[in-house]
């Protein structure tokens, strides 16, 4: 069943993997969507903080991220733009090692993994590969990330799903509220509005 258009805004307590607090504003844009949000945490000793800015279209493929990084380093920016078949560039050059990503997925943010999960539209005990263009917290390093969802049975109105990103040794279940967006991410964050 297709999710209800986002809600306003949306928000997390990181926990585990960081201390910190995300808060995400969901715009209408063109076809698609504006994700405006911030994280800010200390992990590992080090405070920080993300800004981002994701765009989507109708069928939640990114089309563009831009993120910059504060530390007591300095400040850090990044630039991506998608052409919706699967190419990138990062900071205007070509990125092949992104190629065939749809979805953006930042490890300081919990609302990037709602974009998989609406872009393919899974019916129960179905599963498919979301390879991500994945942007570290630390130094904004763009990696590609092979993802896995497998659609599980429902619970009430929330969709599960199991999440496997190998190269992490992540495997979990992920919960999703009606708009699809991530309510309890393991280790990770919880939602609180």
């Known amino acids: 069943m297709p999710f209800d258009a986002p809600p306003p805004f949306a928000a997390w307590q990181h926990r585990d993997a960081r201390n910190g607090f995300e808060v995400v504003f969901i715009h209408p844009d063109e076809d698609g969507y504006r994700l405006e949000g ?3 945490a200390l992990e590992d000793g080090e405070v920080w903080t993300v800004r981002y800015v994701v765009t989507v279209d109708g069928a939640w493929v990114t089309r563009s991220a831009s993120v910059s990084r504060q530390s ?4 850090q920016r990044l630039a991506l733009e998608a052409d919706r078949s699967g190419g990138w ?3 205007g050059s070509p990125a092949p090692n ?3 990503c749809l979805d953006v997925d930042l490890e300081s943010s919990a609302v990037t993994n709602a974009l998989p999960v609406h872009r393919l539209g899974l019916e129960v005990a179905r599963g498919a590969g979301a390879p991500a263009a994945y942007v570290r917290a630390v130094d904004l390093r763009v990696e590609r990330l092979e993802q896995r969802y497998v659609r599980l049975e429902d619970e009430g109105s929330h969709e599960r799903y199991h999440y496997k990103a190998p190269r992490f040794g992540v495997a979990c279940e992920l919960t999703y509220d009606e708009f699809g967006l991530i ?3 393991p280790g990770i964050a919880t939602r609180v509005a």
């Open 38 to 40: 911030d994280t800010a």
């Open 72 to 75: 007591a380093s300095g400040w």
């Open 89 to 91: 560039l990062v900071n």
């Open 98 to 100: 992104l190629d065939g």
């Open 183 to 185: 309510l309890d991410y």
